[in-house]
């Protein structure tokens, strides 16, 4: 009988459970909304609230605590920063669990989980910003693909031709 054992194991191992919340709290709190299962959503609400309250003690030991789970300085610089400040007069209840129906392929129950007043911006800011930036960078490859105008083809001749009867020279 699991007397007072709180938690659930999700089919896995001990490594591979913790590695799975700090995966989902990492993005979690990037994008501030992500689409689960419910059980993995009910268990990485403590998980999250936990490193979001202690970020409101904005110390060098809270911020090395916060960094030992999600080993990223951005997210530990977001959660001191912007979060922080996002929830100083709220004692607790920063994320949130709605039900989204059920996985089409295994009928699997699955939930949003939320950050509560969450940047509604923020989701998906950074394929965003990615594709963008690949869109910059196609419109640029174009210009630098170009074949060279027929004028520059003849001055790079002209110069080859020139250079060596001024070496000549001066021997």
Same mark, same amino acid.
């Given at each position: 009988?699991?007397?007072?054992?709180?938690?659930?194991?999700?089919?896995?191992?001990?490594?591979?459970? $913790?590695?799975?919340?700090?995966?989902?709290?990492? #993005?979690? $709190?990037?994008?501030?909304?992500?689409?689960?299962?419910?059980?993995?959503?009910?268990?990485?609400?403590? +998980?999250?609230?936990?490193?979001?309250?202690?970020?409101?003690? @904005?110390?060098?030991? #809270?911020?090395?605590?916060? +960094?030992?789970?999600?080993? /990223?300085?951005?997210?530990?610089?977001?959660? +001191?920063?912007?979060?922080?400040?996002?929830?100083? %007069?709220? %004692?607790?209840?920063?994320?949130?669990?709605?039900? #989204?129906? +059920?996985?089409?392929?295994?009928?699997?129950?699955?939930? $949003?989980?939320?950050?509560?007043?969450? /940047?509604? %911006?923020?989701?998906?800011? $950074? /394929?965003? @910003?990615?594709?963008?930036?690949?869109? /910059?960078?196609?419109?640029?490859?174009?210009?630098?693909?170009?074949?060279?105008?027929?004028? %520059?083809?003849?001055?790079?001749?002209?110069?080859?031709?020139?250079?060596?009867?001024?070496?000549?020279?001066?021997?």
């Amino acid at each position: 009988m699991r007397h007072k054992i709180s938690g659930r194991k999700l089919n896995r191992k001990t490594s591979h459970r $913790i590695a799975l919340l700090k995966n989902l709290a990492k #993005s979690l $709190i990037i994008n501030e909304q992500i689409e689960t299962t419910l059980p993995k959503a009910k268990d990485l609400r403590p +998980f999250v609230e936990k490193i979001l309250h202690t970020g409101k003690s @904005n110390n060098l030991h #809270s911020k090395r605590k916060v +960094f030992s789970y999600l080993r /990223d300085k951005t997210l530990v610089e977001k959660i +001191f920063g912007v979060l922080a400040k996002r929830y100083t %007069n709220r %004692n607790g209840g920063y994320v949130r669990v709605l039900k #989204s129906g +059920f996985r089409y392929g295994d009928a699997a129950p699955k939930a $949003i989980i939320e950050l509560v007043d969450r /940047d509604v %911006n923020a989701k998906g800011l $950074i /394929d965003k @910003n990615r594709e963008k930036n690949k869109k /910059d960078k196609n419109l640029q490859e174009p210009l630098a693909n170009q074949q060279p105008s027929l004028q %520059n083809v003849t001055e790079k001749k002209v110069e080859k031709k020139t250079t060596p009867s001024v070496e000549s020279k001066k021997k």
